[in-house]
């Protein structure tokens, strides 16, 4: 697997997203094929973990920790903090707000060093900006953990470019994550990627491959649990869906041509938006992750990228991408 940096931290060129082995896509994994997906992946080369508090809530970061401890040395784990959390309720109802006041940044560090079972976490992400609080007052907090070896890196998830700048004058910031894909290019046109790359700091894509969307395997939403997190998201709703399926037909026929499977194009695509991005693709079986794994080894010419790229225009794209409560909590 090659690598590329995020910030101070080496890191293979695809990670794992962990989220949906414990948390938001229907029931949970079973924990021993979780287990073995997240050996598989160590065996592969990824070396970058994503979970977080709220993954769960709290079993993710459990799952994460037991999981990689025979070989904490040659991974990179990250997690999140920043919401506030009614675990009592529906996986979709449980974020009750954000929390990035001081002492929420140190309690929750604290707190995911015991479950992850670890002495310092790699990368350390606010989960959502929190309006109520001054970003440079939680990096700032963020950096005495820094300071005390509990963390080593600290990141941003779905912050606004001034939000970024500000943060990156307290501390350096080492990563931004936000949701960046084929069909969603919301860091393209808010002025993020290019912020980051200016910064030198590395950007990290959740849903790379659209909720599961852009891998062609998803054609029904009948297949989606009850308590599916994607029931909720507009794109996610029937006449939308069977309008993006459209969509997802042009990248299978490029997939065909290319001899790829569409998955491995769409995360090629997202690798070939820059060297400083870093990709975090979930998987919870070992197929899907062997698949997704090889996109690191797929090249695109300057060509291929522009034409799927026009393809899956999000201007094309029928829905928005969350409802608006949590599209309200992004790009702060």
Same mark, same amino acid.
Request: proline share 5%; with cysteine.
């Given at each position: 697997?090659?690598?590329?940096?995020?910030?101070? @931290?080496d890191?293979?060129?695809?990670?794992?997203?962990?989220?949906?082995?414990?948390?938001?896509?229907?029931?949970?994994?079973?924990?021993?094929?979780?287990?073995?997906?997240?050996?598989?992946?160590?065996?592969?080369?990824?070396?970058?973990?994503?979970?977080?508090?709220?993954?769960?809530?709290?079993?993710?970061?459990?799952?994460?920790?037991?999981?990689?401890?025979?070989?904490?040395?040659?991974?990179?784990?990250?997690?999140?903090?920043?919401?506030?959390i009614?675990?009592?309720?529906?996986?979709?109802?449980?974020?009750?707000?954000?929390?990035?006041?001081p002492?929420?940044?140190?309690?929750?560090?604290?707190?995911?060093?015991?479950?992850?079972?670890?002495?310092?976490?790699?990368?350390?992400?606010?989960?959502?900006?929190?309006?109520?609080?001054?970003?440079?007052?939680?990096?700032?907090?963020?950096?005495?953990?820094?300071?005390?070896?509990?963390?080593?890196?600290?990141?941003?998830?779905?912050?606004?470019?001034?939000?970024?700048?500000?943060?990156?004058?307290?501390?350096?910031?080492?990563?931004?994550?936000?949701?960046?894909?084929?069909?969603?290019?919301?860091?393209?046109?808010?002025?993020?990627?290019?912020?980051?790359?200016?910064?030198?700091?590395?950007?990290?894509?959740?849903?790379?491959?659209?909720?599961?969307?852009?891998?062609?395997?998803?054609?029904? @939403?009948?297949?989606?649990?009850?308590?599916?997190?994607?029931?909720?998201?507009?794109?996610?709703e029937?006449?939308?869906?069977?309008?993006?399926?459209a969509?997802?037909?042009?990248?299978?026929?490029?997939?065909?041509?290319?001899?790829?499977?569409?998955?491995?194009?769409?995360?090629?695509?997202?690798?070939a938006?820059?060297?400083?991005?870093?990709?975090?693709?979930?998987?919870?079986?070992?197929?899907?992750l062997?698949?997704?794994?090889?996109?690191?080894d797929?090249?695109?010419?300057?060509e291929?990228?522009?034409?799927?790229?026009?393809?899956?225009?999000?201007?094309?794209?029928?829905?928005?991408?969350?409802?608006?409560?949590?599209?309200?909590?992004?790009?702060?």
């Open positions: 697997m090659k690598h590329r940096q995020l910030g101070t @931290l890191v293979s060129a695809l990670g794992l997203g962990c989220m949906g082995m414990s948390h938001a896509y229907g029931p949970s994994s079973d924990e021993t094929a979780a287990i073995r997906t997240l050996h598989r992946a160590v065996d592969l080369g990824v070396t970058l973990f994503d979970t977080a508090e709220v993954y769960g809530p709290y079993r993710n970061e459990i799952l994460v920790g037991k999981a990689l401890k025979p070989v904490r040395d040659k991974v990179v784990i990250a997690t999140k903090f920043g919401f506030r009614d675990d009592t309720k529906p996986s979709a109802e449980m974020i009750t707000g954000t929390d990035s006041r002492e929420n940044v140190r309690a929750v560090a604290e707190a995911s060093l015991k479950r992850l079972g670890v002495e310092v976490i790699d990368l350390y992400y606010q989960h959502r900006v929190d309006p109520a609080v001054p970003i440079e007052e939680t990096v700032g907090a963020m950096a005495e953990l820094v300071r005390e070896g509990k963390v080593k890196a600290l990141g941003l998830s779905e912050a606004g470019a001034e939000t970024i700048r500000r943060a990156h004058g307290v501390h350096p910031i080492s990563a931004v994550q936000s949701e960046y894909s084929l069909w969603t290019r919301d860091p393209e046109e808010n002025g993020v990627l290019e912020t980051c790359r200016e910064l030198g700091i590395g950007f990290v894509p959740f849903s790379p491959l659209g909720r599961g969307v852009l891998t062609g395997a998803l054609k029904k @939403l009948d297949g989606l649990s009850a308590d599916d997190f994607r029931r909720s998201l507009p794109r996610f029937a006449e939308n869906f069977d309008a993006n399926l969509l997802v037909a042009l990248l299978e026929e490029m997939a065909k041509e290319k001899g790829v499977a569409p998955a491995q194009l769409a995360l090629a695509w997202v690798l938006q820059g060297d400083f991005i870093v990709p975090i693709p979930g998987a919870s079986k070992v197929p899907h062997e698949q997704n794994a090889a996109a690191a797929v090249a695109l010419t300057k291929e990228a522009a034409r799927l790229g026009e393809l899956l225009s999000p201007a094309r794209v029928a829905g928005g991408r969350y409802p608006q409560r949590m599209a309200s909590m992004a790009n702060r």
